[in-house]
């Protein structure tokens, strides 16, 4: 295990954070806001902390090619090191270091959690500090799952190796390659829905904010009433495309740039997506006319934005959703655990996950029907590997009991059934809202317990590593020569 490249690469990172804190600092400055020596600080902080540990690595470093190994433990270790000291603005503003560190850790997570109240009263900076975060994790969270989780062969994350794979089709023949298109795409994307946000009524502040957060799908608003304060129809149109976008996998849009927009369609996850996120809108709109009387446009509205935002992982919210009934309720609870597609900002199980679980129920079926009959599982016209099959459902079974871990941990931390499921389940998926008072659409975060916080700041964490991670960091196997 060579520390030192983890080392050089964890100081460049700190220094690059360091120069997007100069952002918000350089707003609150224009505003005239004390706030931007809070910010300077945190920033010569981090910029301090980030040259030592680049400057105490080899000048060979730089050249070191990060193997497998350091790549898993660089990508756990820039979670928590980099979550850390983007809590030190938040600090700055007196909140303590728990609801700092939980608000970092959201951001960077595109989780959407938030533990800050009377947002429309806050200075631009830390709310663009907060934007920020949450566009930066998720490019991290794309090229995390493109080039470095296929090569845990767990979870079924090895279909979509674009590297060192004979199985895998090659995109681009150089991990950098791959990586510069993914960034170039996410940047266009922003860029694209700032323009639309912008055009359609947000102010260029607000736009290039709800920018950042609706294509990493982390739902931060600058406003207390999410995405419903700005109450107009097109927004919410515009929105739920961005969402919808930024739940696809981009490797494929990058293939749809030279093989045309049918590429998309022809991914399996894609359509699978599509085909979830239209049905179970229909029906909750269907819902709402008949339980509420809301008028059918309206209601296909409603439902559409408020189920792209949930599997999608995003948590935008125009309308208190648990308010629907029952059934809507219900509805949304499940949507919380799906998810959108591998190689996505989304968070969830992933559509895929579900897919292969789908085809291997239908396999044992028909097994028992006629047991001699010899069945291939294929996956987007491929035959799947002999290991996916099983790594589809460890992770899965894996998944569940860590919900059901950490909503015990909360149960014992004195919250309520309800919210301790909820909450676990959300801050797994990174989906952001749950369930009841405390963290339902319309709750407040802030009123759970430190130790609650630090809890679900670790859910999120692990869901971002995609559980396996951490197991695999966890073997003595891995740390041997």
Known sequence: MEFRRITFTIGVLLCGLAMAMLLPASIDLIDSNLDWQVFAFASGATFFVGSLLSLTAPLDAVSMEVGVREGFLLTTLTWIIISAFSALPFVGLGIGYSDAYFEAMSGLTTTGATVLVQLDHLPRGILLWRSILQGLGGLGIIVTAIVMLPFLRVGGMQLFQTESSERSEKTFPRAAQLISATAGIYGLLIVACAITYAVLGMT???????????????????????????????????????????????????????????????????????????????????????????????????????????????????????????????????????????????????????????????????????????????????????????????????????????????????????????????????????????????????????????????????GRLELFTVLVLSRPEFWQA
């Not at 589809?392 to 004195?414: E, P, Q």
Request: charged letters at 10%.
């Open 204 to 462: 260029s502040f607000d736009a290039f904010c709800h920018a950042l957060t609706t294509l990493s799908t982390g739902g931060f608003s600058t406003h207390d009433k999410s995405f419903g304060f700005f109450q107009s129809t097109s927004l919410e149109w515009v929105s739920i495309l961005f969402m919808v976008l930024g739940s696809l996998p981009f490797v494929v849009m990058i293939k749809s740039l030279n093989g045309g927009p049918t590429v998309l369609w022809k991914d399996e996850q894609v359509r699978g997506l599509v085909i979830l996120l239209v049905t179970v809108s229909l029906l909750l709109a269907i819902w709402l006319t008949l339980t509420r009387g809301t008028p059918f446009l309206e209601a296909i509205l409603s439902s559409t934005f408020n189920v792209v935002s949930v599997v999608s992982t995003t948590g935008y919210v125009i309308e208190d959703y648990t308010l629907w009934g029952s059934f809507a309720i219900g509805m949304f609870f499940l949507l919380t655990f799906i998810g959108g597609c591998a190689g996505s900002t989304s968070g969830g199980m992933k559509i895929y996950r579900l897919q292969i679980a789908k085809s291997l129920v239908g396999d044992h079926f028909e097994r028992l029907v006629s047991p001699h009959r010899v069945l291939t599982l294929r996956y987007n016209g491929r035959r799947l590997p002999a290991d996916v099959p099983f790594s589809v459902i460890v992770f899965l079974a894996i998944y569940m009991a860590s919900i059901g871990i950490f909503t015990v941990l909360l149960s014992v931390l004195g919250l309520d059934l309800v919210t301790s499921l909820s909450s676990a389940a959300t801050s797994l998926g990174n989906v952001g809202p749950g369930l009841g008072d405390i963290v339902g659409p319309a709750g407040n975060f802030s009123t759970l317990p430190n130790s609650a916080k630090w809890v679900l700041s670790m859910a999120m964490l692990l």
